[in-house]
């Protein structure tokens, strides 16, 4: 009788353990980078804020099936989120003043002057809620990160 090595299934899962915790551990480092690039990019008046979201969509599958895949879809959606009501902030404030002021300042009525500068200011309060409302869910999420939790 031949004497065959026994094959132990405790050291391939392991084996198997290990690389999920260096994989984890790669994906928490990379987070910890996107989200420091999206703090960065409020000093950069948002030119660097594409760079995370596209490190993002390129690791967002290496994390399925874990707890940090809901960091990836937290940033992505944050993204998105920000993109859209800040749009729609500039476009109420250029309606508001008529391509940037042009028509609020040769119209003769006082009300539509009045009531082009208020719509104005709704669409700069959705640009402030919009920087506000990233930036704490920027927090919140490398927060959750740290803490090695998901994010809801």
Known sequence: MANYPINNNNDS????????SDKRRSL???????????VIS??????????PIVMNYAKRHD?????????????IKTFWYSIVWFVLGIVIIAFALGGFGVSM????SNNMAIGS?????????????TFIWHLYRIIRGWIALTDNRPVP
């Open 28 to 38: 928490i480092t990379y987070n910890h980078i996107t989200y420091l690039l999206y």
């Open 105 to 108: 300042l040769t119209d003769s």
């Open 117 to 129: 500068v208020l719509l104005a200011g709704v669409g700069l309060l959705i640009m402030l809620f």
């Open 13 to 20: 899962n392991q084996a198997k353990n290990t690389m999920n």
């Open 42 to 51: 409020y000093f950069t008046a948002g030119l660097l804020w594409i760079v």
């Open 63 to 75: 994390a399925d099936g874990s707890w940090l895949a809901t960091h990836f879809d937290w940033q």
